[in-house]
């Protein structure tokens, strides 16, 4: 049952880099847009996120109770030594999802309009940052659970090189991950075009913060490099990620919008996997031991119970979810010219 | 402030934040569901406006509910961690399956407030109603995990650890039921009564009759069945409470001395120093009575619990009061209003009427808010009941003083900017109705 609920854990947090940050995304996007295009990106992002945004937040939800119920010495070593970080997400999250709601419903479409818009995109910037600086701490080893001053145990863990490039990384992969998904949303080959564009720098910038983040690896003394090259299958992981780029772009200018966004979904899949794998069998390091996910499981009472409550709800959810999406697709734009 | 005393209090402000989003989350979808059936039945545009406008509304609070309820699951860490360490495996069974019913509502929901005219419109009904049903359901089970802190079982410790965890066990602990029935009756009269109080409002300033009149007809009628049913759960609540929490009722009623025939103390000032309670209505017998059943039996006081297991007297009495006030007052209206609607009697809409309605409005909500301090304010100095002290429990991390203050700049800005787009939706509605229909009344 452990390890069912381990495939879980891992399923829902790569459930919530995708969706989730595929809607965080939609907000890095539109800062990028030009004030002249930015009502219709605003329009498009709001038909094709509104329906599934609560759905999308809740694999977060999943990952914290999965995390409090069955392993609760990461929850509660989390919740102690990034305090400061796990708050300000929290705060990120709050700003946005109410900006995106109460933006569409204000009647009364004048002046709070450039302040809820305001709120949404930097927010959408702060969340992803924030989750990617959380994920950077937890592998990078800097948490000293014996640490004695304030910066020390709360600040310094977190507020360095490292951990900050994580989080610069998942920002790029965020906006990359809604640019490619919006291209398949867009109405009109000019919305098309448009997002296209943005796709490719965000290809970009995801590439150059990855390097980003092997620098500060290096510089830090994070043998981040070397736990991926240790196993094999993470450099497997890494060159099909790599692989599968030209082929996204190759289905991209063919209009084949879903099985691009299927490839860029593998590529962020591959990436994470990497990440996480490169310090297995670890879940987190600090800095004089490592925490495996086996060892700080709940008793079996325990996990078996959760272990049937997810399950369970697999049945009545993947489906309906799937469903759901589905419902709301957009037919995708085919422009005229190609046929 | 300390960081105990900061802990303690950013936990109720969120919680307080969260409870009156979750009521809504949990009722609306149902009176939605009527009045969309009603549509569905009869045809009738006005139905289908206002289940339109009522949705429009609730999208606000669905998202500040979800909003504030991710931060809720992040926050029992953030401030309790020692706490959550401990209790997380044991009640987590609530938390795991109200993850599934909320994932469920929240599919659910996209359907129903996007798929207007997308999907056959009786799927589109049913996805409301299981909009409702999931709510619910999240709700009792929350309040289940609640339950467990005021009754713990489930477990064994052993030389300090927690052992032979059974989380079924737990989740069906003692207190679930009566919490849990209250908890989902008081949801019910609470929003019943905003909602109802605003129509009533409406229609006293005359505003489209045709929209506000149903609507006041469906949210105060259920409303009123269970304010009248609301004593009696809150009865069998005390007399459970009296049971497995004496020094809870203690508090709540301000009994200090262990007596047989034991008074029912209402309202009056309760004094820790001198354990006395000045200007209080005295019914001799009266707490004998609602506990055992008869005016002799004697009734445990707070002296013969140890000073440092007392919870803070004062405010628990105070919130206990308010919310039986209420209870009371709102049962009487709505027997007056089911005898009105039986009588098919004018002064339903008679503006004195109305006025009032819209005055009891807020009451409701304030008698959960009240409810939840008398509970969990009753259960100081214990986190986990008997077992672990909530000063035990806190994050060591200092300078929760300024998360709190934080969270007070973050909840109060949401209040402000929800409030403002609810009175904006409500006047939109007008207009749009001004519009259609001209001139009917
Ligand atoms: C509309 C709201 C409302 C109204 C009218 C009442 N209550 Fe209540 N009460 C609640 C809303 C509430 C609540 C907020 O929902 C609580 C907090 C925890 C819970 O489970 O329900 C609660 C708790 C609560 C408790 C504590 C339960 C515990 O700690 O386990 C008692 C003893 C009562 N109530 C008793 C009453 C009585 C005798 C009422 C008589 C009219 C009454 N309540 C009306
Ligand atoms: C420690 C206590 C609590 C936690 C951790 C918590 C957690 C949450 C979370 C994570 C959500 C968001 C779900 C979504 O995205 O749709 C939520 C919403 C909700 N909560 Fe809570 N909650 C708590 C207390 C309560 C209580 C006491 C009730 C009711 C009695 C309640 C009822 C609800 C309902 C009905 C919703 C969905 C409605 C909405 O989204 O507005 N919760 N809660
Ligand atoms: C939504 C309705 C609720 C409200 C309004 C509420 C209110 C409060 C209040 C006023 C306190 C502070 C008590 C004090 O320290 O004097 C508190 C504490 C707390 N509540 Fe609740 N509560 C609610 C539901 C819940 C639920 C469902 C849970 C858990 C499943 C919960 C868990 C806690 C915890 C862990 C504390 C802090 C420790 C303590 O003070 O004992 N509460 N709550």
Redesign the interface.
Known sequence: MVDIIIAFLYLSLLMYLLFGGADFGAGIIEFFTSDAKKDRTRLLTYQAI??????N??W???T???L???F??V??T???FL?IP??LL??G??AR??A???RH????QGKFQPLYNLIFVYSSFLSPLFLGILAGTIISGRIDLEAAS?PE??LFPWLAFFPISVGLFTVAICGYLAAVFLIGEAQTHEDQMLFRKKAIRMNVLTVVAGALVFLAATLEGIPLLAGMLDHPITILALVLASISLPLTWKYLRENFHMRARILVGFQVSMILFALFYSIHPAFMVFKNSVLILKDAA??P??MN??GI??L??SV??LP??FY?IY??QKKPFQPLAKK | MDDLLAARSQMALSLGFHIIFACIGMIMPFFMAISHYIYLKTGKEAYKKLTVAWSKGVAIFFVTGAVSGTMLSFELGLLWPKFMEEAGPIFGMPFSLEGTAFFIEAIALGFFLYGWGKFHPWFHWFTGVVVGVSGLASGILVVAANAWMNAPTGFDIIDGVYTNIDPIAAMFNEAWFSQALHMTLAAFVATGFAVGGIHAWMIRKGKSKDIHIPALRISLTIGAVAAILMPLSGHHAAKDVAHRQPAKLAAMEAHFHTEERAALIIGGIPDEATQTVNYAIKIPGGLSYLIHGDFVTEVKGLEDIPQDEHPPVAITHYGFQIMVGIGMLLMLVGLIWLFGLWKKAPYLHAPWFLALLALLSPLGFIAVEAGWVVTEVGRQPWILYGIMRTADAVTPMPGIVYSFWLYVAVYLSLSLIVGALLAKQVKALDKETEQLSPKTS
């Not at chain 1, 509104?50 to 759905?55: D, K, L, M, S, Y």
């Not at chain 1, 419903?105 to 009364?108: E, K, R």
């Open positions: 509104g329906p599934i945004w609560e759905a937040h809740m977060l939800i999943i914290i109770v999965i409090f119920v069955g609760p010495k929850y509660s989390v919740s102690i305090h796990v708050s929290l705060l999250i709050i999802g109410t995106f709601i109460f419903y204000d009647p009364d304030f145990a709360y709940a008793g009472a325990t119970s959760l409550a997810l369970v709800g009545f959810i309906s979810l759901l419902s709301f």
